[in-house]
């Protein structure tokens, strides 16, 4: 049985300029948890502290459409009952894992740089063979992330992609991420000595694979990203 950890972030603090709190983009974990539930996967989701909340602005009809509105929806949906199951990473971080999804929202700015134990999820994950992938923010769970075994960040050398700058300055929250004292997907990645790809436009679905880390940037990419997780995974384990 292929083993996911879906992680997600914990931080549902204030973010926005209006005063909005910003927390967990909805379709960015349950459009994969739709891919790979869809392969017959177990998955676990789990959190730094074991807690979430969703971020407004990912609950909109702009952001919630289709199967992922109606799994949303349906409160006995396999997503919301695995959900409502969800794990404190430390309580899981010695189980094996074949796959470690990072879901995202402008949350794990906050948290995933400094989440101890799901990075050590991921690295245990990637160190035993299995793949490790991102979307849209969640690649900040890279940042502060040491390989044990080549003592250099865990992403240097590799390309990887995540929410653009561009991005950033069309919502209107670069002098908010300033302000706040984060770093932008693309300050992570250069200051971890990985190349950061960039799509030709900030909303166009894209992801980058380099050997077991996939990553894709936005959540347009949610699956696309998760598909090429599976592909990766499955030549890892042919």
């Not at 989701?45 to 909340?53: H, K, L, M, P």
Request: proline share 5%; with cysteine.
């Amino acid at each position: 049985m292929v083993k996911v950890l879906l992680a997600v972030s914990s931080y549902h603090g204030p973010f926005y300029p209006n005063g909005d709190h910003t927390g967990l983009y909805a379709s960015e974990a349950i459009e994969p948890f739709l891919e790979l539930a869809q392969k017959g996967y177990d998955i676990t989701i789990a959190s730094e502290t074991g807690e979430f909340e969703y971020d407004p602005h990912s609950l909109t009809d702009d952001a919630l459409q289709g199967k992922v509105k109606e799994v949303y929806e349906n409160k006995d949906s396999a997503f919301n009952t695995a959900l409502k199951n969800i794990k404190k990473a430390a309580d899981v971080v010695d189980e094996k894992f074949h796959l470690f999804f990072a879901s995202a929202g402008h949350a794990t700015l906050f948290d995933y740089p400094n989440a101890k134990n799901l990075q050590k999820i991921l690295l245990n994950t990637y160190l035993n063979g299995g793949v490790v992938a991102a979307v849209c923010h969640g690649p900040a769970i890279f940042d502060n992330l040491e390989n044990p075994e080549t003592k250099e960040p865990l992403i240097k050398g590799k390309k990887v992609t995540g929410f653009t700058d561009k991005g950033e300055e069309e919502l209107g929250l670069v002098n908010t991420i300033k302000k706040h004292d984060l770093s932008t997907i693309k300050q992570i990645a250069e200051k971890e000595g990985a190349t950061y790809v960039e799509p030709k436009g900030p909303w166009d679905a894209f992801a980058v694979v380099d050997g077991k880390i996939v990553t894709g940037v936005n959540p347009q990419s949610a699956f696309a990203t998760v598909r090429d997780a599976i592909v990766a995974l499955e030549s890892v384990n042919s």
